[in-house]
């Protein structure tokens, strides 16, 4: 029986749903040796801003049940340094690659989606979710805030032609709301969740773990919320969604595709197993022929719910 | 660096709470560096979710093995120490920079390796590669003891007698072991650094070739110190928690003059004088 896994998200055919979530598989080159990189649906670089970024003080990660908290705060090279060292080796692949950006304005994306989109890329990730740095003094991140987050993705899509997917933060109090927002402004795609905002402390020396006291939980743990905040935007939005958040084999990842997600984003597992991703890739397809599903596009959203009091 | 299975060819304790685990890897054996480590995944499932790092204490190439020397500390180590000959190790390895000493460096010059506890892992392998570097009296007793002088110099700090690791390891290597332990049960009393410090009084400074230190990070920053003040290069292995082991999470930064650098990518050995201790 002949299995289907492509999907498309914009204007990008993906041969297969699994991605690799943007923070955790660097700007590909980096897995080279460790991973079959063309074997993914696709790589999500990790969030670059125009001006290169420090990142936050360490200690940037620590470990919690079934999860981790990080803060790195977007360490990266720039967006110059980017398109001279990165973007040669993501377009040497026979798999699609999506720029992750972030700018502490709307003017900075719609600026830096222009100058990636000249360079030849053809899809972006918007990173208005980050819960490690601080967007606009004392404010919360663009994705916090539905009129932000229109705002935001509209300037983009106005200014390029690019595929445009909208990274949304699970830290709100109705996640469609947001989704809509987005949707409404022109988003080809939404990708969530975004890290949980939390924080862990050290009993004896009464001190945070983190040097940046709060971080960005990701990691088994938030899966149950992830899986809920894909379902909630699968009700209320027609675009397609890219699940992430705890997934860590192909069952997790089936879980969201039930739920509604077109493709997934593999996070944390990367750091844990590097093949993570292929293996679900392997077990997605393993699924379909048990349950003779032709085209992984007619699993989207399924789940069969029982009828709420 | 590769990710692989790899079958355990023994792993047992041997003092509380420092066990020693070999494995075959005829690939890490081959490739592996001094200061560079293994990424381990300890559990079978999610607890602990993240692998541990370990530094590589020796290998043997002939055998296709080598060799992690680890303290119990929590639940990673602590499933660590559960397995037995024959289990599979989910490995990652060898990551990481390593000490450079490729430095030729003439008979009469000293290498200094300073350790805290557990710290001593790394610098076994290291003392091993330079005893192999042609320095005469290095080469233990087959060479003869005829330049005693070129040595190399191991200190090794611990809280207590029974917590001193691989004295005898590096007598055999040839190597000069003095001992501070913190009780005085054994040799200096004091910590090692008071004891590095009273070293470098008596031997010339500028016939050190360099110090090498795994340890704590406040016994590293002071180590740090003292190579400072008596003009001599030190590298020291940096430890900070690990989660991808391959530079691409950005967990593991430490800051340095030229920004932040990753223990798994840039390090685990720096230069000590690029460090801000802070
Ligand atoms: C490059 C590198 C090389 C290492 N080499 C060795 C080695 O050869 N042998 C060895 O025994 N250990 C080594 N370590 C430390 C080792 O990785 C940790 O002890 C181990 O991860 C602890 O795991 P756990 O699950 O048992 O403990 P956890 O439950 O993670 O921690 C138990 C306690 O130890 C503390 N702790 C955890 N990790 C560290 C750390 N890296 N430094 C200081 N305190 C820590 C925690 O805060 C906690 O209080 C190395 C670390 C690095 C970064
Ligand atoms: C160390 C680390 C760094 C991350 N960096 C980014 C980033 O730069 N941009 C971004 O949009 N998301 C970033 N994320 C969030 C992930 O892309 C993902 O949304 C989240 O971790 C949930 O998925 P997971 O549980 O599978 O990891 C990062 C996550 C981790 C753990």
Redesign the pocket.
């Known amino acids: 029986m002949g299995i289907s896994l492509s999907v498309k998200i914009g204007k990008l055919s993906l041969k297969n749903p699994v991605l690799v979530a943007s923070g955790t598989f660097g700007y590909g080159e980096e897995y080279k040796g460790l991973v079959d990189i063309n074997k993914l649906g696709a790589i999500i670089t990790k969030t670059i801003t125009l001006k290169p970024k420090a990142g936050n003080k360490p200690p940037r990660i620590a470990?919690t049940p079934q999860g981790m908290l990080n803060s790195i705060g977007l360490e990266n090279c720039g967006s110059e340094t980017f398109i001279k060292e990165k973007l040669s080796f993501l377009k040497t692949l026979k798999t699609a690659f999506i720029v992750s950006i972030a700018g502490y304005t709307k003017e900075e994306f719609s600026k830096l989606a222009k100058r990636l989109e000249d360079e030849g890329v053809k899809a972006v990730e918007l990173n208005i979710s980050c819960p490690n740095i601080e967007y606009r003094k004392g404010k919360l991140n663009f994705s916090q805030d539905a009129k932000s987050t229109y705002a935001v993705v509209r300037q983009v899509k106005k200014s390029t032609r690019l595929t445009i997917i909208t990274k949304l933060s699970p830290n709100v109090t109705d996640i469609s709301e947001i989704a809509k927002a987005a949707e409404e402004a022109g988003s080809d795609a939404l990708s969530l969740i975004n890290t949980l905002l939390g924080m862990a402390v050290?009993i004896s020396t009464r001190t945070p773990l983190l040097g940046n006291i709060t971080g960005g939980l990701s990691g088994p743990a938030v899966k149950p919320v992830a899986l809920r905040m894909i379902w909630e935007a699968y009700n209320s939005v027609k675009i397609p969604l890219v699940g992430m958040g705890g997934i860590m084999d192909a069952s997790d990842a089936i879980e969201f595709i039930i739920s509604g997600a077109a493709a997934i984003g593999i996070g944390t597992a990367n750091f844990i197993n590097p093949e993570a991703s292929l293996e679900i890739i392997g077990g997605i397809k393993k699924y379909m022929k048990e349950n003779k599903i032709k085209n992984v596009k007619s699993l989207i959203g399924t789940l069969k719910c029982p009828t709420r009091n | 660096m590769k990710k692989a299975k790899i079958k355990i060819l023994s792993n047992y304790s041997l003092k509380k709470p420092y066990h020693k685990l070999s494995a075959y890897s005829d690939y890490i054996s081959k490739l592996a560096k001094p200061g560079q480590?293994v990424h381990i995944k300890?559990s079978d499932n999610n607890t602990?979710l993240l692998r541990?790092?370990?530094?590589i204490?020796s290998v043997s190439k002939e055998k296709g093995t080598f060799e992690?020397?680890?303290?119990?500390?929590?639940?990673?180590?602590?499933l660590?120490s559960q397995k037995k000959r024959e289990n599979f190790l989910d490995i990652i390895g060898p990551i990481?920079s390593g000490f450079s000493y490729n430095v030729p460096f003439a008979n009469s010059h000293l290498p200094i390796l300073v350790a805290g506890g557990?710290g001593v892992?790394?610098l076994v392998f290291l003392a091993e590669r330079l005893a192999k570097s042609k320095i005469p009296a290095c080469q233990g007793k087959a060479a003869g003891r005829k330049n005693q002088k070129s040595k190399i110099l191991v200190l090794i700090g611990t809280k207590t007698k029974s917590l001193i690791l691989c004295k005898h390891e590096f007598k055999k290597l040839g190597c000069d072991v003095k001992i501070a332990t913190e009780d005085g049960s054994l040799g200096f009393r004091g910590i090692v650094t008071d004891l590095l410090r009273k070293e470098l009084i008596t031997h010339n400074s500028s016939l050190i070739t360099g110090i090498y230190s795994c340890g704590?990070r406040p016994m590293l920053q002071e180590v740090s110190k003292i190579a400072k003040q008596h003009k001599i290069k030190c590298q020291v292995?940096?430890?900070?928690?690990?989660a991808c082991g391959v530079g691409v999470c950005l967990g593991?930064a430490v800051n340095t003059k030229s920004g932040y650098k990753l223990?798994?990518k840039d390090?685990?050995v720096f230069n000590s004088d690029e460090i801000i201790w802070g």
Not at chain 2, 52 to 55: E, G, V
Not at chain 2, 237 to 242: A, H, N
Request: net charge negative; glycine share 10%.
């Open positions: 470990e050290n | 480590f300890c602990p541990r790092p370990f530094s204490y992690i020397l680890y303290e119990v500390l929590g639940e990673g180590t602590k660590l990481g557990i892992a790394p704590p292995s940096l430890e900070e928690l690990i593991c223990v798994c390090g685990p």
